[in-house]
């Protein structure tokens, strides 16, 4: 059973419709013994780093999940649940969880920020989570930052935006995508099911 996190702050009727799709059993909780008892963790989100560290810490949330982590259990974050999942963000200047060494950094770019739309994912190593996913394919982006890992070898998928930047995370049991897989149609879905089949 896979638990999208609530939070206040995530997309989840978008995410859970994608999982009823591809007929994976899931949960949405902010239950604290659900989140204990779930064999994975999908962090969704939509808006502000500083909002979302506030709404995890005020359910105790932060805590659980750091802890499930650290016991194995499989995560996957999409876009501001990818961003938190690092140690800290310019937006609002927050520390995040930590699980990921590194910095959210805003776009510094002459492009229009944020980036809405289609764009490219360039598959930089074997990814797990793009695993039958042409190169270059089209994912969904909403973000004005972007995650900037310490450890270079953990960005499995990097998108061209004014700079090439790191959209698909994969470090032991942590996952990340800057996009939205719920909204990128096919290949979403298909990372969905990538993921699913790293917990079973």
Same mark, same amino acid.
């Given at each position: 059973?896979?638990?999208?996190?609530?939070?206040?702050?995530?997309?989840? +009727?978008?995410?859970?419709?994608?999982?009823?799709?591809?007929?994976? $059993?899931?949960?949405?909780?902010?239950?604290?013994?659900?989140?204990?008892?779930?064999?994975?963790?999908?962090?969704?989100?939509?808006?502000?780093?500083?909002?979302?560290?506030?709404?995890?810490? +005020?359910?105790?949330?932060?805590?659980?999940?750091?802890?499930?982590?650290?016991?194995?259990? $499989?995560?996957?974050?999409? %876009?501001?649940?990818?961003?938190?999942?690092?140690?800290?963000?310019?937006?609002?200047?927050?520390?995040?969880?930590?699980?990921?060494?590194?910095?959210?950094?805003? *776009?510094?770019?002459?492009?229009?920020?944020?980036?809405?739309?289609?764009?490219?994912?360039?598959?930089?190593?074997?990814?797990?989570?793009?695993?039958?996913?042409?190169?270059?394919?089209?994912?969904?982006?909403?973000?004005?930052?972007?995650?900037? $890992?310490?450890?270079?070898?953990?960005?499995?998928?990097?998108?061209?935006?004014?700079?090439? *930047?790191?959209?698909?995370?994969?470090?032991?049991?942590?996952?990340?995508?800057?996009?939205? $897989?719920?909204?990128?149609?096919?290949?979403?879905?298909?990372?969905?099911?990538? *993921?699913?089949?790293?917990? %079973?």
């Amino acid at each position: 059973m896979i638990t999208v996190i609530d939070y206040d702050l995530g997309n989840l +009727a978008s995410v859970a419709n994608a999982l009823r799709k591809l007929e994976i $059993p899931y949960d949405i909780s902010g239950d604290i013994e659900v989140l204990k008892n779930s064999n994975a963790l999908i962090l969704p989100g939509v808006g502000a780093a500083g909002q979302g560290m506030k709404n995890l810490k +005020a359910k105790g949330i932060d805590k659980v999940v750091i802890e499930q982590i650290n016991k194995g259990i $499989p995560i996957l974050g999409i %876009c501001l649940g990818m961003q938190l999942l690092f140690s800290s963000s310019e937006e609002g200047d927050v520390e995040c969880l930590g699980l990921v060494k590194g910095k959210v950094k805003k *776009f510094s770019t002459t492009l229009k920020v944020p980036q809405i739309g289609w764009n490219q994912i360039e598959k930089i190593e074997d990814s797990i989570l793009l695993r039958d996913v042409k190169n270059n394919s089209y994912f969904y982006f909403v973000n004005s930052y972007y995650c900037e $890992p310490d450890d270079g070898d953990t960005s499995n998928g990097k998108t061209e935006y004014g700079f090439k *930047f790191c959209s698909v995370l994969e470090k032991d049991n942590i996952y990340g995508v800057q996009f939205h $897989p719920e909204k990128s149609g096919d290949v979403g879905l298909r990372l969905l099911k990538n *993921f699913w089949e790293v917990v %079973c």
